[in-house]
């Protein structure tokens, strides 16, 4: 699978954000593991610490394995402002896993996150790479019924 991302982009370090992003959407857990890690430098030419030090930094990517869907909710004022409290525990409550858990199942990840760039629609989370806003618990609920539906 790495070499088949790789091939997909050029030897330029200013695609290592968009190569870890595009291995981690084709992993099942959202994970990029050591040994890949130490490809994409190998590919880019930088050094590993750069790679690892990318991956700690931003909240898209993770060496941490988490479930099918990674629930991102965010965590700023203007959310907050707008009952993003309700939201979390809205979630909390359907999923009976605190904010940083994964579900028995492996099938949810809940955690914060900051601005999702969608502040003129707050309450706003991400569930993998679909953002969704102007949230209440009811809007919530039905995500998260259409996700379990869609469970193979
Ligand atoms: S503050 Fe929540 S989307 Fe910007």
């Known amino acids: 699978m790495i070499h088949e991302v790789l091939s997909r982009f050029p030897r330029e370090e200013t695609y290592l954000i968009e190569i870890l992003r595009a291995i981690i959407d084709a992993h099942p ?19 590993q610490s750069k790679v690892s030090s990318t991956v700690s930094f931003y909240s898209l990517l993770s060496d ?3 479930g099918k869907y990674v629930i991102q909710v965010c965590r700023d004022v203007p959310c907050y402002v707008s009952d993003s409290t309700s ?12 904010i940083g858990q994964t579900t028995y199942d492996g ?3 809940l955690e914060f996150v900051s601005c999702l760039g969608c502040c003129d629609h707050a309450p706003a989370m991400r569930i993998n790479s679909t953002t969704y806003s102007d949230l ?4 919530v609920k039905a995500i998260i019924h259409g996700l379990r539906e869609a469970k193979p």
Not at 29 to 40: L, N, P, R
Not at 136 to 139: G, L, S
Request: glycine residues 0%.
């Open 136 to 139: 209440t618990p009811t809007k």
């Open 107 to 109: 099938l949810f990840t």
């Open 29 to 47: 857990s959202h994970v990029i593991t050591e040994a890949q890690m130490k490809e994409v430098a190998s590919y880019l030419n930088i050094t």
């Open 64 to 66: 941490t394995p988490k």
């Open 87 to 98: 939201i979390v525990s809205t979630l909390e409550s359907l999923l009976a896993i605190k």
